[in-house]
């Protein structure tokens, strides 16, 4: 009898809980909270204080050695060069792309739709593969690319091993492997603008010309800032195409932060002055996004598009 009362009372403090729908989205996040807790904010907070950890001591020695260390600095203004190289060349293919796309779709051109799908094959394909593929491509003497290339009276080109052209050959490998998903982005944009403004425009006498950056790029702008707000924090952390393909090499031509992070925490085992650079990286990533909201959020103020 003990026993049944008690599981009486607890089915009924039970059902009485459920009744209270106050506590219903609390319950409901509390797998996402521990979730989020347990592999973002714990991770964070671990590599932050291991920043101030020298041979076992509170110091603030890593950061005193960021200033003298020219790897650091040199791969910061790799970083920042492969962010812009890359930020602006995907942006472009994928908006050029989209729009082929979208205007072959409108005028039900032959082939618009296949060239669609087979664009979302280099996607598909895993960085570790993609990066393989390019590897046998570029290479100097086998690779098709270089063969290609001598019909036209180009030959000798090192693509991975010429510190000219190593940093280039990744943005180009990492534009090729992501741009599908910019143009699919891109190209749901061009099809949330109403059809009624074109017909109004044309109405009006319109060029075609007139309609896409009066009508199309303003109706498209939030989009377009947000994917390039998202292109920009990503591309800060691209390590998998550009170790498999250079190693950050040669002579550090393309060594990224990310690069120099992984080599000070897996090659030379300097975890805390690798947690230090990660840190320095994490405060560029979010001060970068702050400045570019804010000038986002004040041209969406005055009207503008950015």
């Known amino acids: 009898m ?15 809980f459920c009744r209270n729908e106050g506590y219903v989205p ?3 996040n509390v797998l996402i909270v521990l979730t989020i807790l347990l592999l973002f904010v714990y991770p964070l907070i671990y590599g932050i204080l291991s920043s101030f950890y020298t041979d076992g001591q509170i110091s603030s020695e890593n950061y005193s050695r960021l200033f ?12 920042f060069l492969y962010v812009f190289l890359y930020t602006a060349g995907i942006m472009f293919i994928g908006f050029v792309t989209a729009l082929a796309i979208d205007v072959g779709e409108e005028r039900q051109l032959p082939g618009s739709r296949l060239f669609s799908s087979f664009l979302t094959l280099p996607y ?16 100097p003497r086998r690779g098709i690319i270089n063969y290609l290339l001598s019909f036209i009276g180009v030959e000798g080109l090192n693509w991975l091993t010429s510190g000219n052209l190593a940093l280039i050959s990744v943005v ?22 109403p059809k009624d403004l074109y017909e109004a425009a044309d109405l009006d006498g319109a060029s075609t010309l007139q309609q896409f950056f009066f009508i199309t790029l303003p109706s ?11 292109t920009v924090v990503w591309s800060f952390k691209r390590f998998t195409i550009i170790w498999l393909l250079t190693r950050g090499g ?17 090659k030379f085992f300097d975890r805390g002055y690798a947690s230090a650079i ?4 994490l405060l560029i990533v979010g001060t970068v996004s702050l400045i570019y909201m804010r000038l986002g959020s004040k041209g969406e103020s005055e009207g503008g598009v950015i």
């Open 172 to 193: 180009l490998v990492g534009i090729w492997r992501l741009f599908p998903m910019h143009t699919l982005i891109i190209l749901a944009a061009f099809k949330t603008v």
């Open 220 to 230: 498209i702008a939030n989009i377009m800032k947000f994917l390039v707000l998202l």
């Open 2 to 16: 003990l026993l049944n009362k008690d599981n009486s009372t607890i089915q009924d403090s039970f059902k009485r």
């Open 278 to 281: 990660a840190v320095i990286l």
């Open 68 to 79: 003298s260390d020219r790897n650091f600095w040199n791969a910061l203004w790799v970083t």
């Open 250 to 266: 040669p002579m550090h031509a393309t060594e990224t932060l990310a690069i120099l992070i992984y080599k000070e925490a897996f």
């Open 124 to 139: 598909a394909i895993p960085d570790v593969v993609g990066s393989l593929i390019w590897l046998w491509m570029m290479n």
């Open 26 to 28: 609390y319950v409901l």
